[in-house]
């Protein structure tokens, strides 16, 4: 029998955003949730909490996730401070999983009109000490975890404030999580990787068949350190 999928949307975003790759999903025959949280308005530590009281509210056993950006950061938060189900497979897009520069760089030039702007999660999005994500937590060792983040496959990236290769929000190197065991960098900016159908097939894959590739070749980046012991430095 497949394992129920969920789906956890981005910051600001609603979460009909990930109704089309639901439905590609669903086709497959999973039963399929879609959470939805205010970003805006509640924290990542408050969110992580509503999404464990969204799951144990449904008849939910072994579970795989896809999670797109700030969702991935709910994700980890909660596994790590809440009860959760057993975790098979994840799928991260585009996730700040060591932080945004892009928001370090937005709180710096607007202050505190950084987080009316964009509300507090995004502000907890500060790599380092400043914000959450380095103290969210790893998945378990028994969860598959694939990467799919975007940028431009150079030393520039689509956005030149930040360093490196980037999709717009998120340096390509924010991305990794020790424990992931496929990547992919697909060519596009931050918003559009959920929309793409590449990327659907990515996750439709991965969940299948625990590989990003069709012909089920599993590629960590450059530079990835595979002893989770080791500290990630960018």
Avoid at 62 to 87: C, K, Q, T, Y
Avoid at 184 to 212: E, M, N, S, W
């Amino acid at each position: 029998m497949a394992p129920d999928v969920l789906f956890i949307p981005p910051l600001l975003m609603p979460r009909q955003v990930m109704i089309p790759l639901l439905r590609r999903i669903e086709r497959r025959g999973h039963r399929c949730f879609l959470f939805g949280y205010p970003s805006y308005r509640c924290d990542i530590p408050e969110n992580a909490r509503r999404l464990a009281a969204f799951l144990a509210e449904r008849d939910v056993g072994e579970l795989d996730v896809v999670a797109f950006s700030l969702g991935s950061i709910v994700l980890r938060w909660a596994v790590n401070h809440h009860p959760m189900p057993r975790l098979r497979r994840v799928v991260m897009i585009g996730p700040p999983n060591r932080g945004a520069s892009m928001a370090e760089l937005a709180d710096r030039w607007t202050g505190p009109v950084f987080p009316l702007v964009w509300g507090r999660c995004a502000r907890q999005l500060r790599p380092g000490s400043d914000g959450l994500c380095d103290r969210a937590g790893l998945l378990p060792e028994s969860t598959e975890l694939a990467i799919i983040a975007g940028g431009r496959g150079n030393p520039r990236g689509v956005n030149p404030f930040l360093e490196g290769d980037n999709d717009r929000v998120v340096r390509v190197v924010e991305t990794w999580l020790p424990g992931m065991a496929d990547f992919k960098l697909v060519r596009a900016a931050h918003g559009p990787l959920i929309f793409r159908r590449d990327v659907a097939g990515y996750c439709a894959r991965f969940l299948q068949t625990g590989a990003l590739r069709k012909e089920g070749e599993r590629k960590l980046p450059s530079g990835f350190p595979t002893d989770q012991s080791l500290p990630m430095k960018a």
